[in-house]
């Protein structure tokens, strides 16, 4: 389930194309517009692209939650560890170039 228009939007093109067709392969369902409000015994609850509440039965459900940095071991470390660096996506969410980069950037100075 995805709540943008399309399945993994920013990935760059031969890498979405074979995810997409590994998951048409494997008979995965996959829903755009739409949110998860509940998963329930034998499937979920979604409120669709009209805000309306559906129920899908399924053994399965596989979450990917989105790009957000999470800082709170970082936010937990930072008063107590003197030289403490976000790299990653805990820094901001991109791609494993750019936390490649910022761990050689901290690793440089």
């Given at each position: ?17 074979m995810l997409l067709d590994m ?20 499937g979920i609850i979604i409120l ?52 490649i980069w910022d761990a050689f ?5």
């Open positions: 389930m995805e709540a943008l228009s399309e399945l993994s939007a920013g990935i760059h093109h031969a890498n979405r194309v998951l048409k392969d494997k008979k995965v369902i996959c829903l755009t517009r739409a949110e998860l409000r509940e998963i329930i015994d034998d669709d692209e009209n805000s309306r509440e559906k129920t899908i039965p399924c053994e399965t459900v596989a979450l990917a939650l989105g790009l957000e940095p999470k800082r709170e071991l970082y936010e937990a470390l930072r008063k107590n560890v003197y030289d403490l660096h976000l790299v990653g996506d805990c820094r901001e969410p991109r791609r494993i170039m750019h936390a950037y901290v690793a440089s100075s």
